[in-house]
């Protein structure tokens, strides 16, 4: 009796676990089908909370609308350099990173442009960025940066993206080296309002504290001329105060030339 049993413990034992092994068998043979394909598109935004240009429902919109999408296609044919291509061909895109992980997901990483300013040209607004790369403003996001107006020696078609050549070029690097340094003194940054370009070139400021146009001249000597223009703040505007000048012209050497309201020219030799 007792041997029948221990058969019988050891029949069904047995039984169980053959179940148990085609159980698994089967599970990890469905898992292994779905890692062979691409299951789905993860993205991350590295930089959203500076810049908001391209949203991660954007990404996976470029993705999946393209001859390249990748969902439901094996891993192994993932085109992972041609999604970067296709993502970084977007202006706003400065670098991408597709990997496919053993899950089927694709895992996508996005670093936005930064722009340095804003330029608003009869063609539209456009925004540059550090590397000197412009593309159009988007209605979606305003990045809160310098805007340029005025004489802006920069021909650009509507929708423009891209470098500029030649004597364009030259200009935009000018300018960046001043939005640079403006990005790098909050105080300047915070009080420059609005910067425009006039007829003969001259940059000129208006800024944020009293109604003076303040004019900067050619992209030169940026530290000494806004050294300057501390100097106007702290030595000038707290004796003759706020309204007397209605511009302050920092362009030339060693003076500060300021105009009254009644257009009278005011020369102040000054030392940094």
Known sequence: MIRKAVTYSLIALTVLLFCGYFTAASILSRKGRSG????????????????RFVSQSDIRSIITSSDINPVGQPRSGVRLHDIESLLESRSAILHSDASISMDGI??????????????????????????????PWVSTFTSYVPVVSGHIPVRLEEGYRGVPEGNDRRWVEQVITLASYLDQHPVWNAQIQQIDVAENGDIIFYNAIGDQKIIFGAIDDI??????????????????????????????????????RDN?????SVKI
Do not use: H, M
């Not at 062979?36 to 590295?46: F, K, M």
């Not at 105060?241 to 060693?254: I, M, Q």
């Open 36 to 51: 062979e394909l691409c299951t789905g598109i993860a993205v991350t935004v590295l930089d959203s909370a500076t810049n």
């Open 106 to 135: 694709l895992r996508v990483s996005i670093t936005q442009r930064r722009p340095l300013l804003r330029i608003q040209t009869e063609e539209g607004a456009f925004y540059i960025d550090d590397t000197g790369y412009i593309f």
């Open 223 to 260: 530290d000494y001329k806004f050294a300057k223009l501390k100097t106007f703040y702290r030595n000038i505007v707290p004796v003759y105060g706020w309204e007397r000048y209605s511009a302050v012209n920092l362009k030339f050497s060693d003076q500060i030339v300021c105009t009254l």
């Open 264 to 268: 009278e020219l005011v020369k102040k």
